[in-house]
Every structure is written in structure tokens, then in C-alpha cells.
């Protein structure tokens, strides 16, 4: 039963830093910001500045 303890407290700690690392890799490449609209295009030929062409 030598053998176990060590195997045991391996896996535990294993676990804890697999837990850990794909924590802090998903809260770093979260995005949790809105994207800003380019709205410097003609307000009267475009809808959000692509040119809609024909009849709306």
C-alpha cells in the first residue's frame, strides 16, 4: 500500500492543476466586450455602412 499514497496524492494534485489551468486559460480568452461600429459612413445611402442597392 506504499505505492498507492503517492499515486493518489499525484492524480489530486494533477486534477486541481488541469481544474486550475483550463480555468484561467478560458477567463483569458473570454470576450466580454461589445466590437464598436464603424458609423462614419453616409447616413442616407447605407445601412450600417453597407450600400444597399435597389429598393428597400
Not at 6 to 31: D, H, K
Request: hydrophobic share 45%.
Amino acid at each position: 500500500m506504499k505505492f498507492a499514497v503517492p499515486g493518489v496524492a499525484s492524480a489530486v494534485v494533477g486534477g486541481l492543476l488541469g481544474v486550475a489551468s483550463v480555468f484561467l486559460i478560458t477567463m483569458a480568452v473570454e470576450q466580454n466586450s461589445v466590437p464598436t461600429i464603424d458609423r462614419s459612413g453616409d447616413k442616407d445611402s447605407s445601412l450600417l455602412n453597407d450600400v444597399q442597392y435597389g429598393s428597400r
